[in-house]
């Protein structure tokens, strides 16, 4: 009678050699280059064997990229947690998560390698979304907590948010891990030594916190990536960085006085369009020490009935939170009417008749406004909007927050 639990370890033995030897030949090679039969030779078995565990190459190869990624999100959690973990704020942590990309690269090139050529081997395959479900799981993980980033500095104000949160991940992220693909696969021009493109990699994380992080927070950025640099140039050649980030300090120190310090919500001038482009807001404002007191019918009501009233500007697609309310708002009429003074006015007849019992003042003092700039951005903030109560696990599903609404609809039109 065979022994049932030798025989799964001895099964997950042979899944772990076929999966270990197809990612020591794929990143050496190429996903394409490297045949069924040579994975099962290096792991020491049969073919037939092979095909008892995977059917075809794609599940193999998806299969491998979701081990990997896995794998890769265990370390970053663990480095997330020794670097201040949710204590920190969201310029700190983008920095952060810039610097596990570049740690991955110098670390694990060969995952770098593997992952630029299976984005290119599974469109080839046209894998279907069922195949690729488990892999699209394990890097959704990676994507949320980019959204807690993005979500953390709508609040703190510590970077400078003026895109969408898709339009944001691309563009910092999403860059930095293709372009150290590239670095890892040697598919740019080489430094001086042919191998190492570290510098050129803190050179970008650079360019992307001045860019991004606001006012003397990017001083204190730089000075910590610095700090960072310095604390570990034994392991890395040459003290790779350390200049360049104290470089960058330094001027940063130069122009601080100059840069503004972002202590409250961003109060940004409305853009006229003159090709007749919407002009549309998204707008989040807290009550004040964020005090639960709007998640009640009395409240709701008596917030619609000033927006109601005052019309100046009409409210959209909104969604009020218990300590907090989101929503979108255009203009009233064709003058584009101040929206600050319009918040003020709405703010002040809703504290004058507010049903519940609540500390004073009723509201924090300012808002966070950020005017869309395209059609893709309303779309995302708007689902945003709605999926914030499930975010907040104050119910399963959107639909079921009684809360929300749409006041008057406001449709995008780009001319």
């Known amino acids: 009678m065979r022994n049932a639990e030798k025989d799964a370890a001895e099964k997950a033995e042979r899944r772990v050699r076929l999966l270990e030897a197809a990612f020591r030949l794929m990143s050496a090679r190429s996903i394409e280059a490297v045949k069924l039969t040579e994975i099962a030779e290096a792991a020491g078995l049969g073919i037939v064997t092979l095909y008892r565990y995977f059917k075809t190459k794609p599940d193999l190869v998806i ?13 970053v959690e663990k480095a997330y947690a020794a670097r201040g973990g949710a204590a920190m704020n969201a310029a700190e942590e983008m920095e952060f998560f810039i610097d596990s990309i570049i740690e991955l690269y110098r670390s694990h090139k060969d995952v770098l390698k593997f992952n630029r ?4 081997y599974v469109k080839h395959q046209e894998c279907t979304a069922e195949q690729m479900r488990p892999y699209n799981e394990a890097v959704e993980v990676f994507a949320h907590k ?5 979500e953390k500095a709508m609040k703190d104000g510590t970077l400078d948010i003026r895109v969408s949160e898709r339009r944001l991940f691309v563009g910092t992220l999403y860059a930095v891990l293709s372009v150290a693909g590239k670095f890892a696969e040697g598919l740019v021009y080489p430094s001086e030594d042919h191998h190492n493109m570290l510098d050129e990699l803190l050179m970008i994380k650079q360019m ?15 000075v910590s990536a610095a700090s960072v640099a310095d604390a570990t140039s034994a392991s890395l050649p040459g003290g790779a960085g350390r200049a360049e980030l ?15 310090v972002r202590r409250r919500p961003s109060q940004n001038s409305v853009i006229t369009r003159p090709d007749n482009r919407s002009i549309i807001l998204f707008v989040s404002v807290n009550a004040n020490r964020r005090q639960c007191v709007f998640d009640n019918p009395a409240a709701v009501a008596c917030i619609l009935a000033a927006w109601k009233e005052e019309r100046d500007w009409n409210v959209g697609r909104y969604v009020i939170m ?9 203009p009233g009429n064709l ?44 779309v995302e903030k708007c689902n945003y909007m709605c999926s914030n109560p499930v ?9 079921d927050w009684p809360y929300q609404g749409v006041l008057n609809v406001l449709e995008w039109h780009d001319k």
């Not at 218990?322 to 255009?330: E, K, L, M, T």
């Not at 975010?391 to 639909?399: A, D, F, G, M, Y």
């Open 63 to 75: 299969e491998l990229g979701v081990v990997l990624w896995k794998k890769y999100y265990v370390e």
């Open 117 to 120: 050529n299976f984005d290119t």
């Open 146 to 150: 980019f959204h807690i980033v993005y």
């Open 208 to 222: 992307i916190l001045g860019a991004l992080v606001r006012g003397d927070a990017g001083r204190a950025e730089l």
């Open 246 to 260: 104290v470089s960058a300090a330094r001027m940063a120190d130069a122009t601080s006085a100059s840069l503004p």
């Open 322 to 330: 218990p300590d907090h309310i989101h929503f979108s708002c255009a």
């Open 335 to 378: 003058t584009t009417p101040d929206f600050h003074e319009w918040m003020k006015r709405w703010k002040s007849r809703v504290a004058r008749t507010f049903p519940v019992p609540h500390a004073t003042p009723l509201w924090q003092r300012n808002c966070w406004d950020v005017q869309l700039r395209t059609g893709e951005s309303y």
């Open 391 to 399: 975010r907040k696990r104050l119910v399963t599903e959107t639909s």
